[in-house]
């Protein structure tokens, strides 16, 4: 029977918050002031909020200038200029915008925060940054599968391609949704649903370095339960659950809010994506098997 590794145990104790973790503010290109932005978070009702300027710090100490309105604030940063975008997720310090994207990643993971590689099929060839480049590094958490912003631009939102490849290979990345929001309008595209146990930042960080959560843009999952090697996956407003693994495969489409699913030793690897109407989804992060 294969042993599964994955990042859903002990979901006991705590509670599902919502958040964003890619956001913009005239701090750097977006539209409005930082105190309007989390003001327009808190209304939608979300939980979290990092403000993640490019090359600016929002650190947890700017933040006690404005009103949190009652959501928990994370210190962010987008690295930016010199290439890829590299989103500080947690930012503890200010990392710069060095060239070597590896010398970046390494300068987040000295510090507590997390590197999460943004909006990877941006932009006509809908490839700003390479498989090649995400092969080569190493030590990031996690690439944004979904970036909303990107839906108004040229390229692709979605990423799950380039989190099959690599999953493939035995990288063990997880993956995000976030808004990556300029104005008004950009925001409620994709978030992130954390599992916590405290509603801090402290709490919420810790939940996302251990992959406790998934990226969502509509459809909200009630259970993920595994037994052995079975894992049941349960939504409040799925219409089909995939069953995914090695460089994309479809393991198993089922027309339901739910699914069950049996994971075969030679998998290596299985990931749910859940599909809503219309543009809804959520992800689970991969399971992996161990045997
Ligand atoms: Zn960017
Ligand atoms: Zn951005």
Not at 40 to 69: C, E, M, P, V
Not at 116 to 132: G, K, L, M, P, R
Not at 177 to 191: K, P, Q, T
Not at 269 to 291: I, K, M, S
């Amino acid at each position: 029977m294969p042993k599964l590794d994955h990042p859903y145990r002990n979901l006991t104790n705590g509670q599902w918050l919502r958040g964003n973790l890619h956001t913009h503010t005239t701090n750097s290109d977006g539209a409005d002031r930082p105190q309007r932005v989390i003001n327009d978070y808190a209304k939608r009702g979300y939980d979290f909020l990092a403000i993640s300027d490019h090359d600016s710090l929002t650190s947890s100490r700017d933040y006690k200038q404005w009103d949190n309105r009652g959501m928990v604030l994370i210190p962010g940063n987008e690295i930016t200029a010199n290439g890829s975008h590299i989103l500080h997720v947690g930012a503890d310090r200010q990392v710069p915008p060095l060239p070597q994207r590896q010398e970046v990643i390494n300068r987040v993971n000295a510090g507590s925060g997390l590197a999460v590689v943004a909006h990877s099929n941006w932009q006509e060839a809908f490839d700003y940054t390479s498989i090649d480049k995400m092969r080569e590094w190493i030590g990031y958490h996690g690439l944004e599968i979904f970036n909303a912003v990107i839906g108004r631009l040229q390229g692709s939102p979605y990423c799950t391609n380039k989190w099959d490849i690599l999953l493939s290979e035995g990288r063990r990345l997880f993956g995000y949704a976030h808004d990556d929001s300029h104005a008004r309008s950009d925001i409620g595209g994709g978030w992130n649903m954390v599992y916590s146990r405290e509603r801090t930042a402290k709490g919420i960080l810790a939940a996302i370095a251990a992959g406790r959560f998934y990226p969502s843009t509509g459809v909200i999952i009630s259970s993920i339960r595994v037994r052995g090697s079975r894992i049941r996956i349960e939504t409040e407003n799925a219409r089909r659950i995939v069953a995914i693994g090695r460089l994309g495969t479809r393991l198993q489409v089922t027309d339901d809010r739910r699914i069950d699913f049996e994971a075969n030793p030679d998998s290596g690897y299985v990931r749910f994506e859940c599909w809503g109407d219309g543009e809804q989804f959520a992800w689970t992060q991969p399971f992996f098997n161990n045997a």
